[in-house]
């Protein structure tokens, strides 16, 4: 059983910059691959990031390639996801998840765990 904790999200400016943290209870940190989700107003919950077990192999979403970069602490049993050139588009709830499966990737069914979402707004 994982527990998942995201914190970290807010209000920002277009152009700026937030770094969202998952911390992970109740398991091995690195037993699990890590992701992240966001929900906007009125759309289906997107995949945005998705990190190995060891951190050494990440994957992206077109829309945030090469502006947000997923990370983890295994020590600290944490995932950031870093968030720069932020634009209005990216206004939406944020959700990690967890995987126990290896091959996890861009599918929410393919994650177990799911912490409870942090609220992240990009005004212009």
């Known amino acids: 059983q994982v527990q998942l904790v995201e914190s970290g999200g807010g209000l920002v400016q277009a152009g700026g910059s937030l770094r969202l943290s998952c911390a992970a209870s109740?398991?091995?940190?690195?037993?699990?691959?890590g992701g992240w989700f966001r929900q906007a107003p009125g759309k289906e919950r997107e995949f945005v990031a998705r990190?190995?077990?060891?951190?050494?192999?990440?994957y992206y979403a077109g829309s945030v390639k090469g502006r947000f970069t997923i990370s983890r602490d295994n020590g600290k049993n944490t995932v950031y996801l870093q968030m720069n050139s932020l634009k209005p588009e990216d206004t939406a709830v944020y959700y990690c998840?967890?995987?126990?499966?290896?091959?996890?990737?861009?599918?929410?069914?393919?994650?177990?765990?799911w912490g409870q979402g942090t609220q992240v707004t990009v005004f212009s």
């Open positions: 998840a967890a995987s126990t499966y290896e091959w996890a990737s861009v599918l929410l069914q393919q994650y177990n765990y």
């Open positions: 109740g398991r091995t940190s690195n037993s699990y691959v």
């Open positions: 990190i190995s077990r060891s951190g050494g192999g990440t």
